[in-house]
Structures are given as C-alpha cells and as structure tokens.
C-alpha cells in the first residue's frame, strides 16, 4: 500500500500587525536615545542629568517633582518609550497608505523634516533653561539616532519602501 505525503503548505505572506512593529520599532528608537542620553551624560561628567531632568518636568506637571531621583526616571522612561512606540505605530501607518498610494511618501518625508524643525526648536528651548550647549548633543542627535534606527527597522521590514520611494512623485 502506498502512502501519500501531503502537499507542502503554501506559505502566506507574513502578516504584519501596525502595533506589534509599533512596538518593536519604538523600543529600538526609544532605547536608542536612552542609552544616548546616558552614555552622552557620563561622557560629560553629570550621569542621569538629562533623562532626570525631563522625568521631573513630567513629574512637575502633577505636583510631584520633588519624587526621589529614581522616580523620576522611571516615569521618563515609561512615557519615552510610549511616546516612541506612538511614533512608530503612525509611521507604519504611513507606510500602510504608501502601498496604495506612493505620494503619501513625500508627505511622510515633510512630517520627518517638521518633526526636526520642531525638535530643533524644543533643544534651543532646553539648552536656554539650564542644560546649555550640552542640549545639542545630547537630546537633538539622540533623537535623530533614534529616528534613524526606528526607519531603519521599518525599511528592513518593508522592502517594498525603497520601490515606493522610486515613484513617490509619480501622482504629480
């Protein structure tokens, strides 16, 4: 009696789930930018000086600023990381759009460019109230690091990007 191998499965294309990614994406950014700020801070002699600064301004906000240091990063970490994960999720969405209509690229691309100028903007206002040139260094290129890394996991898991970007202006 013969027996019968059963047909190989068809492979269905990869699903992708915008918060899963989201989520992976925003955490490479967000850790990113931690270590950043962390490495940057120890580099200049003053460890956990930015990302206390900022987890006290939050804390601020609900009449808690004067919570033991240890507070205050916790509760920067978390809102960072959900802040990046948020960012993520919309830029896959984007991505999402762009399959079906490349021009949404350049849209993309211009939100990129005004999420600089804002950040440009928010480290001038920083380095004015306390941190000074070490501003710079430390929030605007580490968010810029973190950008990069969070587009290079998406393009990586998109390769589809790079074709749609060749005819992003082909609407016009």
């Not at 211009?110 to 430390?138: E, K, R």
Request: with cysteine; hydrophobic share 55%; net charge negative.
């Amino acid at each position: 009696m013969s027996e019968t191998l059963p047909a190989p499965a068809i492979s269905q294309p990869e699903s992708r789930s915008h918060a899963h990614e989201g989520l992976m994406a925003g955490a490479l950014a967000a850790t990113v930018v931690w270590v950043w700020f962390l490495v940057s801070n120890w580099v200049h002699g003053t460890t956990w000086h930015v990302i206390t600064m900022f987890g006290r301004g939050m804390l601020d906000l609900i009449g808690a600023g004067s919570s033991p240091k240890w507070v205050a990063v916790a509760i920067f970490t978390i809102v960072h990381f959900a802040y990046w994960c948020l960012i993520a999720v919309i830029i896959l969405k984007l991505v999402d759009a762009a399959a079906k209509n490349p021009s949404v690229l350049g849209l993309a691309a211009t939100l990129f460019i005004l999420a600089q100028f804002f950040l440009v903007g928010v480290t001038a206002m920083i380095s004015d109230s306390g941190l000074g040139m070490f501003a710079w260094p430390s929030i605007w290129l580490g968010n810029f690091a973190g950008f990069c890394a969070a587009s290079w996991l998406i393009v990586e898991r998109h390769p589809e990007l790079r074709e749609e970007a060749r005819h992003m202006n082909d609407d016009i």
